[in-house]
């Protein structure tokens, strides 16, 4: 028989255990969101992200030793955001004829993303790093970390907000609108995929295409609205 | 199958050329989800191949972002410094972003023409 130690430096140097950890977690968050009748706060990235976390720091595993397993199942987010043109496509008359309240709600929203972030964080008496980090959080981490290189500020803390940002979506989103009463599946999926890009997006497409449709596009327009916006805006305030 | 998912891939790769080469603000997936789009729309219908990929790929959606959630752990140092301000803003303007949205929205859709039937219970 091998010696533990023996084993585990082959595992850990080796895709398979962490690319299986990473699933394994999910179906364990999906297993509890089920079991729960689908509470919330229950939500399977939250779950899961902790149950890794927890995993990584108790077996003393760096996050860039658990990402030559995990890359591939990130990697994977590339080809389902192009994915997300067939519900666009499938939903198309609906989104034709709502455009014009479309835009306008989505400038709406971001507008209110990035002030209330960034009022937030000032008021409370953020640093000018953090509040340059927290600007775009809203948006599809790729671009936000581009606008947050801009500014001058962080772009890996920009990448942890805007994950911070999306999990936060998808679980306050869906109870927040149900509270302020807004029933209109369009108006429910743009505002989960403006506030909280494509982690809200997934929350939305889980529940009704329609609003997986209007999240998608919403997700897209949210990240070239901040993209132009932010960096004007900024130069005004600051 | 595979067709489908060469298809969706080399979608992505243009868009990824295209936002490269020009220096646009929108990741090269975002625009790959555009070229498709358009392919669709000449094409005047979803092929049941690319459907179905596209539907497998999206049902999963979630799970994609377990490896960048994790990223948070590298992280603790930073969050740590300024916790009260970022937590506030996060929280709070999550939650406002999404009331504005929606609230706008369902005000000027529903003064719109097509109303919606369904209620949500999700």
New interface residues.
């Given amino acids: 028989m091998a010696d533990i130690s023996e084993v585990w430096v082959y595992l850990s140097a080796s895709p398979l255990l962490f690319l299986t950890l990473t699933l394994a977690a999910f179906q364990a968050g999906t297993w509890l969101y089920d079991r729960s009748g689908h509470m919330p706060f229950l939500n399977p990235v939250l779950t899961a992200v902790i149950l890794v976390v927890g995993l990584l720091t108790l077996s003393g595993t760096t996050y860039e030793t658990y990402f030559e397993g995990a890359q591939f199942v990130h990697f994977l987010l590339g080809p389902a955001t192009v994915a997300l043109a067939i519900p666009l496509y499938r939903q198309f008359d609906r989104v034709r004829s709502s455009a014009l309240a479309l835009i306008t709600s989505l400038l709406c929203g971001s507008l209110t993303a990035m002030g209330t972030a960034v009022g937030l964080g000032w008021l409370l008496g953020a640093s000018r790093e953090t509040l340059m980090s927290l600007a775009p959080k809203s948006v599809t981490a790729p671009v936000a970390m581009g606008i947050t290189e801009q500014l001058g500020g962080l772009p890996s803390l920009t990448a942890v907000l805007v994950i911070l940002t999306g999990i936060l979506g998808a679980v306050l989103g869906p109870p927040l609108l149900t509270l302020i009463g807004v029933k209109d599946w369009r108006a429910r999926g743009l505002a989960l995929g403006t506030a909280s890009h494509g982690i809200g997006t997934a929350r939305a497409l889980q529940v009704n295409e329609l609003a997986g449709a209007f999240s998608g596009l919403a997700m897209g327009l949210n990240a070239l609205a901040t993209a132009i916006l932010l960096p004007i805006l900024w130069r005004l305030f600051f | 199958m595979l067709s489908a ?1 060469t298809l ?2 080399t ?2 790769l243009i ?1 990824e050329l295209f936002t490269r080469f020009f220096g646009l ?6 625009a ?6 358009a392919l ?2 000449i094409h005047g219908s ?1 092929p049941r191949d ?2 179905a ?3 497998t ?3 999963n ?15 603790f140092g ?2 740590g ?2 916790w ?3 937590s ?19 005000r ?9 039937g ?3 219970h ?1």
């Fill in positions: 998912l969706i891939l979608c992505q868009g603000p929108v990741p090269g997936p975002v790959g989800m555009v070229i498709l789009f669709l729309a979803v690319v459907g990929v596209a539907d790929l999206l049902k959606l979630a799970l994609l972002f377990v490896p960048a959630g994790v990223g948070v752990m590298a992280h930073l969050l410094q300024d009260l301000p970022i506030v803003a996060l929280i709070g303007s999550t939650l406002a972003t999404i009331a504005v949205t929606a609230l706008v929205m369902s000027l859709a529903r003064a719109g023409k097509s109303a919606d369904e209620t949500p999700g």
